[in-house]
Every structure is written in C-alpha cells, then in structure tokens.
C-alpha cells in the first residue's frame, strides 16, 4: 500500500465489475442445459424417432422380451429421461442463483425447483406446437420431481459433507 506524505493510506480503486460477465459466467451452463431440453423437445426426439434406436437396444438386451413389454420399457425410459434432464437442470440452475450469494440452501432449492417447473411449463406448451409431439401434464410433473430430487440431494450431500468436515476439523472456525 502506498503512503502519501499526510500518513494516510492512497485508496487505490477497485476495477470496474462487468455484471454481465459476472452473470454469463453464472448462468451460461443453465442456459447451455436449458437449450439442450429445448432440442429434445423438437420432433427429432418424439417417440417415434426414440423407438429407432431404443427398441433394437432393449430388443438386443432382452431378446425374450415379448414386443409390448418393449414398447413398456420404450415408454419407461422416456419418463425416466424427463427426471433425469430436469435432475441435471435443476442443479445448473441451484449453482447460478448460490454463486455470490449468501443465504439459506433451501431458499435457492426453493428458487431452483420453481425455475424448473416454470421451464418445464413451457416446455410442454412448445411441445404443443412440435409436429407429432404432445404436451402432458405428467411430464411437467416428472420434471418438477427431478428438479426436486435433485435439491433434496444436493442438501443431502452438503449436509453430509458439512457433517464430516466439522468432525474433521476442518469446518470449525479457529478462537
């Protein structure tokens, strides 16, 4: 630091933040994701594309399968693929809105969950328009269910790991 001849300390001043870069940096994996589920939302990802290439597999795996029992598991693991991709989502989301922000893990789970639901809102209502794809309901639901389990988690995990950094000593703040 550099003292001036009155003995005070020269204030040197901090640069000027880019909020947008801040917020980019934040927020573009999120963004990323969400552009991600926007192309699966597309025809090119309906069920009668998806069933090209899952039931020659699940065929492949299970060839004692009777055809309706694949057309199940088709129908199951499309479901399975809602929870997951808003799991993923849900977690992008959590990380851009904690990043430089304190505050209660479960008010930005909250925040999380409702982005999510609201993404998957009007994902569907896109859906409506996509030639040979149709909204449901129990979509948004299945969506909302893996932003959810996602945050309950990741609280988990934190609490977990919280726990065994304090046991460790290394959570514990010095006297």
């Not at 065929?59 to 399975?80: D, N, T, Y």
């Not at 998957?120 to 909302?144: N, Y």
């Not at 389990?149 to 988990?156: F, K, P, S």
Request: proline share 7%.
């Amino acid at each position: 630091m550099n003292t001036p001849a009155n003995g005070f300390p020269r204030l040197v001043p901090k640069p000027p933040v880019d909020r947008f870069n801040e917020w980019l940096k934040r927020w573009l994996p999120a963004l990323i994701w969400a552009v991600v589920i926007w192309v699966l939302s597309t025809s090119v990802f309906g069920d009668a594309h998806t069933s090209r290439f899952i039931l020659p597999l699940l065929h492949w795996l299970f060839p004692a399968l009777p055809q309706g029992e694949l057309l199940s598991w088709h129908h199951v693991i499309r479901k399975v693929a809602h929870v997951a991709v808003y799991f993923v989502f849900s977690l992008l989301i959590s990380r851009a809105v904690r990043l430089g922000h304190p505050g209660s893990r479960w008010r930005f789970a909250l925040v999380a969950v409702a982005l999510v639901a609201a993404y998957a809102t009007v994902d569907e209502i896109h859906q409506s328009f996509v030639p040979g794809r149709t909204a449901a309901v129990e979509d948004v639901a299945l969506d909302v269910v893996g932003g959810a389990a996602a945050q309950v988690v990741a609280g988990l995990l934190a609490f977990w790991w919280g726990g065994r950094r304090r046991d460790a000593g290394l959570g514990s703040k010095p006297e």
